[in-house]
């Protein structure tokens, strides 16, 4: 006879899903209470963890994109609006980025409300997450600091399970001028890989155009390093 833990058998999920709630709303008690939790659960997987205690861990940087738009901007924004919310995406996602900026993981909940097969996250979706993330990587690394997608290529490995955290992970290929090409994939915590993504990011000629103060702002900029005054230096007399 097979073993509790071997039930159900992977396929069932998708022939036979479990019935799952509309996401609620997420001003309720208990969407505010869920999303705590999450933020809670979060900060405490095993994976961040340890990634914040790496021997090299000062080599790296933690922001949450877009936490500095302003919320009246966010609301007409994709993921972070229309999409954001608890049964969907519950929560921002939280970066950590090396400080040279050549590779970056994305920390991601994905809730049931994002789903293509009912229990299994549309590759929309994650088509989405993923042109954000490597777009992140890559727009910093242009000149301008502006970028749009020109080229995005997915290969799906393995069906994505609702109700989860995950990780994307990126990295920077090559820059020159005004491409930048960069790579990743979608994990699951454990290491099984999801979704292997190629994409190239141009500058477009109207760069100059645009304010790149806004479009860090939206990616999560780098914490501002402290400056070091000399002794005697900054003091008011």
């Keep these: 006879m097979p073993s509790e833990r071997s039930f159900p058998p992977p396929l069932y999920p998708l022939s036979s899903p479990r019935p799952a709630p509309p996401p609620p709303d ?15 659960e979060l900060q405490s997987l095993p994976f961040l963890t340890a990634h914040r205690a790496r021997e090299d861990a000062a080599e790296w940087y933690e922001t949450r994109p877009h936490a500095a738009i302003p919320p009246e901007i966010r609301a007409n924004k994709l993921t972070s609006g229309a999409l954001a919310g ?33 229990g299994i996250v549309h590759g929309g979706m994650l088509a989405t997450l993923l042109d954000e993330s490597l777009g992140r990587n890559a727009i910093i690394n242009l000149p301008a600091q502006i970028g749009v997608t020109a080229h995005l290529g997915l290969r799906y490995r393995a069906p994505t399970r609702a109700d989860q955290f995950v990780v994307i992970r990126t990295s920077l290929v090559s820059q020159t001028g005004r491409k930048a090409a960069v790579k990743g994939t979608v994990e699951t915590l ?16 109207y760069a100059k155009l645009l304010s790149a103060s806004v479009v860090r702002q939206h990616m999560g900029e780098p914490p501002k390093e402290p400056v070091l005054l000399a002794e005697g230096e900054g003091k008011v007399k």
Aim: proline share 8%.
């Design 190 to 205: 454990d290491g099984t890989v999801l979704v292997e993504a190629d994409a190239l990011f141009v500058q477009p000629k």
């Design 86 to 118: 608890p049964g969907r995406l519950a929560l921002l996602p939280l970066a950590r980025v090396k400080k040279d900026e050549s590779e970056a993981l994305i920390f991601v909940h994905l809730g049931r409300g994002l789903c293509g097969h009912d």
């Design 26 to 40: 997420p001003a309720s008690p208990a969407s505010i209470a869920y999303t705590a939790a999450l933020e809670d």
